[in-house]
């Protein structure tokens, strides 16, 4: 998937020079390769797709991990004999096995770029991956790690399975590590950090990219396809039970990292229902309280589904419920809003005689409310996840996150909001709308995993009650709808992070949109 013609077919070696003279810097790029009884022919490929790269300034650290295939050996042999005058062939064969971690590590002390790349032995880079790698090394100086989109490389299809990632995700990388490769690090960054950890194979890369992320914020996503998975028997691309260590390994780096990021406030680390998926959980103090936020009108069948279910189905307990009555008119409804205050003294009622407008009357629940916690909720949805409640205050507890959203269902257990994604449609609009709540493999994440978002639906949206007064709330300009994506665009601009969490469903029950008008 080339871009500007580069990689192409009908690429020039005049526009090749064009774009590197217009290069201001050009750092080399040490290529770790670590290896070990690589098949012959694919590690032929592997050594030619950095023979092949644009961008000529590069090194290749190779460290053999003490093969024992004599084929493999002999491959390995020629090709540096054949590249022993280029200066830029730099080679380690180790006595003893060490295995991934050990070997790139002895590839990385033969470094000397001021970037890092990690190529796998039976991978290949596109012929233009270096070259995207310095451009936008060029835009942003600052930069400490780079990633890119990906493919797989299969004997039957060829280059398939594209995966397109999202930008920075620190919530996504602990369901999954969706970063995979292509990774180039700041080569000073990953001397100090101790290049990649010992006894972690099988997700060294992944334990890499969480101790990364804990140490700077200067990261950059290239959305292009640079770096090609060869898919074969033996490989995690192409059967994920192949190592099945590595999902224990997995666990046991997100735990390492976000106890060292979030302290006592981490608790532990599930597995999720799928492999390779982990859930991380934190700690809410015994006390805290969620106030849970609903303008209503009318339609008390409606309103008392809603709250019912947050009764009956809420496993923590300490919570109040804050409805905003804005000019209910029917005997059935005021009959129903006087008995539940007196029913449950949780629950109270706050009369909104005013036009209609959705931010105000969230903004003035919040400034009833007393708990820890503010969930603002649609009237028109219901609890489905017992652990809700729990699942939404441990995130928004967290000092970094702003603002936190579920998973929404339609009645028919289709999707009606994972995420909000911010110039979707012109405006904003829900990501896998429509779509069945089902894991899947590519092109893009998976719609139950969760992640970081710019902003979540108003319809139920968590956030620490203390950065909601510090954001100064919603923005009452938004009269009808807008105010939710503001704020969190607001949050996000004041340094916080936005998740959708994928593990905590409720129903919306909203009509669902004709099938037939989506994208139009």
Request: charged letters at 25%; hydrophobic letters at 40%; glycine letters at 8%.
């Amino acid at each position: 998937m080339a871009c500007d013609g580069l990689g192409a077919n009908w690429y020039t070696s005049l526009r090749s020079k064009s774009i590197l003279d217009g290069l201001a810097k050009r750092p080399l790029v040490s290529i770790l390769l670590p290896l070990f009884n690589t098949k012959p022919q694919m590690l032929t490929l592997a050594l030619e797709s950095v023979e092949n790269q644009i961008y000529p300034f590069w090194e290749l650290c190779i460290c053999d991990d003490a093969s024992s295939d004599l084929v493999t050996r002999r491959v390995l042999d020629a090709y540096l004999e054949n590249n022993s005058s280029s200066g830029r062939v730099r080679f380690l064969r180790r006595e003893t096995n060490g295995h991934i971690s050990q070997a790139s590590n002895d590839a990385l002390s033969m470094a000397s770029g001021d970037y890092v790349l990690l190529l796998d032995h039976d991978d290949e880079l596109a012929p233009h991956a270096l070259l995207r790698l310095v451009q936008a090394i060029n835009r942003e100086p600052q930069l400490d790690l780079i990633y890119s989109d990906e493919d797989m490389l299969d004997e039957i299809e060829g280059n398939c399975a594209p995966f397109f990632k999202p930008d920075w995700s620190p919530v996504l990388l602990w369901s999954q590590n969706y970063v995979g490769h292509l990774i180039c690090v700041r080569r000073s960054l990953l001397c100090e950090i101790g290049g990649l950890r010992l006894g972690m194979e099988g997700s060294q890369d992944y334990d890499l990219l969480l101790r990364i992320g804990s140490k700077t914020d200067k990261i950059a996503h290239i959305p292009e396809v640079l770096y090609h998975w060869r898919r074969h028997q033996d490989s995690v691309a192409g059967r994920p039970d192949a190592k099945p260590y590595a999902h224990d390994a997995g666990k046991r780096a997100i735990g390492d990292a976000l106890r060292a990021k979030y302290g006592e406030q981490f608790v532990r680390v599930d597995d999720g229902p799928y492999l390779f998926v982990y859930e991380a959980r934190f700690t809410i103090p015994s006390q805290c309280k969620a106030s849970i936020i609903i303008p209503t009108r009318d339609k008390v069948e409606i309103l008392s589904a809603c709250v019912d279910s947050i009764i009956n189905k809420s496993i923590w307990q300490n919570f109040e419920i804050i409805i905003i009555d804005n000019n209910s008119e029917e005997d059935a409804t005021l009959a129903y809003l006087d008995d539940i205050q007196t029913g449950d003294s949780r629950i109270q009622v706050i009369q909104a005689q005013c036009s209609f407008n959705w931010s105000r009357l969230n903004n003035m629940g919040a400034s009833f409310a007393t708990g820890d916690v503010l969930i603002f909720l649609n009237n028109d949805t219901e609890v489905i996840s017992p652990d809700w409640l729990e699942r939404l205050m441990e995130f928004a507890l967290l000092p970094d996150v702003g603002c936190i959203g579920p998973l929404l269902l339609y009645p028919d257990d289709t999707i009606q909001h994972a995420g909000v994604v911010v110039g979707m449609g012109g405006w904003a609009d829900h990501v896998f709308k429509g779509q069945p709540p089902i894991h899947r493999g590519g092109p893009f994440v998976s719609s139950v995993l969760s992640r970081n978002v710019l902003a979540v639906t108003g319809a139920c949206v968590a956030i620490e009650h203390r950065k909601y007064q510090n954001l100064g709330g919603f923005d009452e300009s938004f009269e009808i709808c807008g105010s939710d994506v503001e704020l969190g665009l607001r949050a996000y601009r004041a340094g916080l992070h936005n998740a959708y969490l994928a593990t905590v469903r409720l129903y919306h029950h909203e009509e669902k949109p004709d099938q037939r008008t989506f994208g139009k």
